[in-house]
């Protein structure tokens, strides 16, 4: 079936460093998803993105669509404390009509 | 605070046992998803309703069905309950019925099976 691989699994920065984190498939998405998921909290919805090559920014945070519709980048620039969490992606076929998330991405920011 | 709200927040049950989850949406949005997540298989999509009907299915076990009710709140039941059904079980809704629309999670349910 159809997977995510997302990575790395965990990263631990300094403060005001940039972040990049990516997912991979062997599968076409239509749809790229990023969330944000703080401890105790369900998943917020960061970026999504539609077409391919895309490139979507939303604040300090930018994500694009791959051009083989198979991939998806998620960066963070200038880390800070409240950065910290788990970072899922997720891809949308249309069709299957799955929605499948990756493993997620733990980040952890050192002040 | 997402305006999706989600009982009970804590479920603590045996194996074999049936349990309901229980969700109500943001005021106006028609659709309710279903997700899960555990230690060792991530987030997971269950299921989708819009409107009242069926949308979208996922890796949902035969043992779990849900429902959405004429007033948009949802159910999701599990039965025949095992060790790896402990998990927290995530309600999200959204206004339209297309997956990649944005949607706003509950809190969550955490459901222990002992």
């Known amino acids: 079936g159809q997977q995510l691989n997302q990575s790395p699994q965990s990263m631990f920065i300094q403060e005001g460093e940039d972040v990049s984190m990516n997912c991979t498939s062997s599968?076409?998405?239509?749809?790229w998803l990023w969330y944000k998921q703080d401890p105790g909290e369900g998943p917020v919805l960061l970026i999504a993105?539609?077409?391919?090559?895309e490139l979507t920014s939303n604040g300090r945070l930018t994500a694009q669509f791959g051009i083989t519709r198979k991939d998806s980048f998620l960066n963070i620039s200038a880390s800070i404390p409240s950065d910290v969490g788990i970072y899922f992606c997720?891809?949308?076929?249309?069709?299957?009509?799955?929605?499948?998330f990756g493993q997620g991405t733990t980040l952890q920011v050192k002040p | 605070d997402s305006g999706v709200t989600q009982t009970p927040k804590h479920l603590i049950t045996a194996t074999g046992q049936r349990v309901t989850l229980r969700c109500s949406p943001r005021?106006?949005?028609?659709?309710v998803y279903w997700y899960q997540q555990s230690l060792d298989q991530g987030l997971q999509f269950l299921i989708q309703?819009?409107?009242?009907?069926?949308?979208a299915k996922g890796n949902i076990l035969e043992r779990f069905s849900a429902q959405q009710f004429p007033d948009l709140h949802s159910e999701l039941n599990l039965s025949s309950l095992e060790l790896g059904d402990s998990a927290l079980y995530f309600c999200?809704?959204?206004?339209?019925?297309?997956?990649?629309?944005?949607?706003?999670f509950g809190p969550g349910t955490r459901l222990t099976v002992l």
């Open positions: 309703y819009y409107n009242g009907e069926e949308r």
């Open positions: 599968s076409i998405f239509n749809t």
């Open positions: 005021s106006g949005d028609l659709s």
């Open positions: 999200a809704s959204s206004v339209a019925a297309g997956l990649s629309d944005t949607q706003y």
């Open positions: 997720a891809g949308h076929s249309s069709n299957t009509g799955k929605l499948i």
């Open positions: 993105l539609y077409k391919a090559g």
